[in-house]
């Protein structure tokens, strides 16, 4: 694997935390520094900002999103990565609507949990508990896929 694209709804929370958390794990040599990683949204608004209670938890647990801008999903994008991990069912539903060809490069990003829902929910408007919960299942996957390549 060269590249990894990480993808929810809005790309303002879960997918921008682990575009930036696997960069994170690449500054301090815990990452492959070869792998390209990005993020986007399946219904993302164009240079939106991290949602601001994603922006506090991320730097509690050491990670800056004051720079994330969303990005929007297009062929393009989508095309140029090895693999795409997306979120939920409803990402998985929309990524297959609008971009059939992608079923084969895509997964849910749990299948690098051992435990747990399928699904990494999505925690917009939700406490910062229940954010920093999300977050971590998220660093969680990350860890073990890291460890895979």
Not at 45 to 64: C, D, F, K, M, T
Not at 76 to 91: I, K, P
Not at 106 to 133: C, K, M, N, Q, T
Request: contains cysteine; hydrophobic residues 45%.
């Amino acid at each position: 694997m060269k590249s990894v694209l990480f993808v929810c709804y809005g790309n303002i929370m879960r997918s921008a935390f682990a575009e930036a958390y696997l960069r994170h794990l690449q500054a301090s040599g815990e990452a492959p520094s070869r792998l390209q990683v990005a993020s986007a949204g399946v219904r993302a608004y164009p240079l939106e900002r991290a949602e601001p209670a994603a922006r506090r938890v991320a730097q509690s647990l050491g990670i800056s999103l004051d720079h994330h801008r969303a990005t929007p999903t297009s062929a393009d994008l989508l095309a140029a990565f090895d693999r795409v991990y997306f979120m939920d069912r409803l990402n998985q539903e929309i990524l297959a609507e609008d971009f059939p060809h992608l079923a084969s490069k895509a997964d849910f990003l749990s299948v690098w949990l051992e435990e747990g829902p399928l699904e990494i929910d999505d925690p917009y408007r939700r406490s910062d508990a229940e954010i920093a919960a999300c977050f971590r299942r998220i660093q969680t996957a990350i860890h073990r896929l890291v460890d895979s390549l």
